[in-house]
Nanobody, 125 residues
Framework: VQLQASGGGLVQAGGSLRLSCAAS????????MGWFRQAPGKEREFVAA????????SFADSVKGRFTISRDNPKNTGYLQMNNLKPEDTAVYYC???????????????????WGQGTQVTVSS
Protein backbone atom coordinates (compact mmCIF):
# COMPACT_ATOMS: atom_id res chain seq x y z
CA VAL A 1 0.00 0.00 0.00
CA GLN A 2 1.24 3.46 -0.87
CA LEU A 3 -0.15 6.31 1.20
CA GLN A 4 -0.26 9.93 0.05
CA ALA A 5 -1.10 12.54 2.65
CA SER A 6 -2.29 15.96 1.56
CA GLY A 7 -4.26 18.97 2.72
CA GLY A 8 -1.76 20.63 5.02
CA GLY A 9 -1.08 24.33 4.96
CA LEU A 10 -0.89 27.54 6.92
CA VAL A 11 -3.91 28.55 8.93
CA GLN A 12 -4.65 31.01 11.71
CA ALA A 13 -5.49 29.83 15.19
CA GLY A 14 -9.13 28.87 15.36
CA GLY A 15 -9.21 27.83 11.74
CA SER A 16 -9.78 24.45 10.14
CA LEU A 17 -8.04 22.08 7.78
CA ARG A 18 -8.95 18.69 6.38
CA LEU A 19 -6.15 16.26 5.72
CA SER A 20 -6.57 13.41 3.27
CA CYS A 21 -4.72 10.14 3.03
CA ALA A 22 -5.13 8.44 -0.33
CA ALA A 23 -4.15 4.81 -0.60
CA SER A 24 -3.10 2.94 -3.70
CA UNK A 25 -1.92 -0.55 -4.38
CA UNK A 26 -4.41 -2.35 -2.20
CA UNK A 27 -7.88 -1.77 -0.92
CA UNK A 28 -7.91 0.36 2.17
CA UNK A 29 -10.79 -1.48 3.77
CA UNK A 30 -8.41 -4.14 5.04
CA UNK A 31 -6.43 -1.66 7.13
CA UNK A 32 -6.78 0.32 10.30
CA MET A 33 -5.84 3.92 9.58
CA GLY A 34 -4.04 6.29 11.88
CA TRP A 35 -2.73 9.82 12.00
CA PHE A 36 0.41 10.87 13.83
CA ARG A 37 2.29 14.14 14.00
CA GLN A 38 5.77 15.31 14.73
CA ALA A 39 6.71 18.82 15.72
CA PRO A 40 10.29 20.11 15.42
CA GLY A 41 12.45 18.76 18.21
CA LYS A 42 9.72 16.47 19.49
CA GLU A 43 8.91 12.82 19.14
CA ARG A 44 6.20 11.59 16.86
CA GLU A 45 2.88 11.41 18.66
CA PHE A 46 -0.46 9.78 18.11
CA VAL A 47 -3.33 11.93 16.92
CA ALA A 48 -6.21 9.65 15.91
CA ALA A 49 -7.07 6.27 14.46
CA UNK A 50 -10.07 4.58 12.92
CA UNK A 51 -11.02 0.95 12.54
CA UNK A 52 -11.42 -0.82 9.21
CA UNK A 53 -15.15 -0.21 9.02
CA UNK A 54 -15.07 3.18 10.69
CA UNK A 55 -17.04 1.90 13.62
CA UNK A 56 -14.36 2.65 16.21
CA UNK A 57 -12.20 5.71 16.61
CA SER A 58 -9.56 6.82 19.04
CA PHE A 59 -8.13 10.27 19.72
CA ALA A 60 -5.31 11.78 21.66
CA ASP A 61 -6.58 13.82 24.60
CA SER A 62 -5.04 16.95 23.11
CA VAL A 63 -7.31 16.82 20.05
CA LYS A 64 -10.53 15.37 21.45
CA GLY A 65 -13.51 17.50 20.60
CA ARG A 66 -11.60 19.38 17.89
CA PHE A 67 -10.51 16.68 15.44
CA THR A 68 -12.54 13.99 13.75
CA ILE A 69 -11.32 11.04 11.74
CA SER A 70 -13.24 9.33 8.97
CA ARG A 71 -12.73 7.13 5.97
CA ASP A 72 -14.30 6.45 2.61
CA ASN A 73 -13.37 2.89 1.76
CA PRO A 74 -14.79 2.91 -1.80
CA LYS A 75 -12.59 5.93 -2.48
CA ASN A 76 -9.62 4.35 -0.69
CA THR A 77 -9.17 7.54 1.30
CA GLY A 78 -9.03 8.52 4.94
CA TYR A 79 -9.56 11.96 6.40
CA LEU A 80 -8.61 14.00 9.43
CA GLN A 81 -10.84 17.03 9.98
CA MET A 82 -9.12 19.52 12.24
CA ASN A 83 -11.15 22.34 13.75
CA ASN A 84 -10.30 25.08 16.20
CA LEU A 85 -6.64 24.66 15.43
CA LYS A 86 -4.07 25.89 17.91
CA PRO A 87 -0.42 26.87 17.44
CA GLU A 88 0.58 23.74 19.33
CA ASP A 89 -0.99 21.67 16.55
CA THR A 90 1.82 22.80 14.25
CA ALA A 91 3.62 19.70 13.02
CA VAL A 92 4.16 17.39 10.11
CA TYR A 93 1.19 15.04 9.99
CA TYR A 94 1.60 11.47 8.83
CA CYS A 95 -0.99 8.89 7.97
CA UNK A 96 -0.42 5.23 8.58
CA UNK A 97 -2.15 1.95 7.81
CA UNK A 98 -1.94 -1.45 9.39
CA UNK A 99 -3.67 -4.75 8.77
CA UNK A 100 -3.41 -6.15 12.28
CA UNK A 101 -3.71 -3.29 14.75
CA UNK A 102 -6.03 -3.82 17.68
CA UNK A 103 -7.86 -0.98 19.39
CA UNK A 104 -5.73 -0.97 22.51
CA UNK A 105 -2.60 -0.51 20.38
CA UNK A 106 -3.84 2.25 18.09
CA UNK A 107 -1.89 4.98 19.87
CA UNK A 108 1.49 3.28 19.51
CA UNK A 109 3.52 4.38 16.52
CA UNK A 110 5.17 0.97 16.39
CA UNK A 111 3.99 -1.80 14.15
CA UNK A 112 2.19 0.18 11.48
CA UNK A 113 2.70 -1.50 8.13
CA UNK A 114 2.69 1.60 5.96
CA TRP A 115 3.35 5.31 6.35
CA GLY A 116 2.62 8.27 4.16
CA GLN A 117 5.17 10.97 3.43
CA GLY A 118 3.73 13.63 5.73
CA THR A 119 2.05 16.97 5.19
CA GLN A 120 2.97 20.17 7.01
CA VAL A 121 0.39 21.93 9.15
CA THR A 122 1.31 25.34 10.50
CA VAL A 123 -1.00 27.26 12.81
CA SER A 124 -0.21 30.89 13.41
CA SER A 125 -1.26 32.72 16.55
Amino acid sequence: VQLQASGGGLVQAGGSLRLSCAASGRTLRSYVMGWFRQAPGKEREFVAAISRTGGSTSFADSVKGRFTISRDNPKNTGYLQMNNLKPEDTAVYYCAADSGKIYSDYSSDRGWDYWGQGTQVTVSS
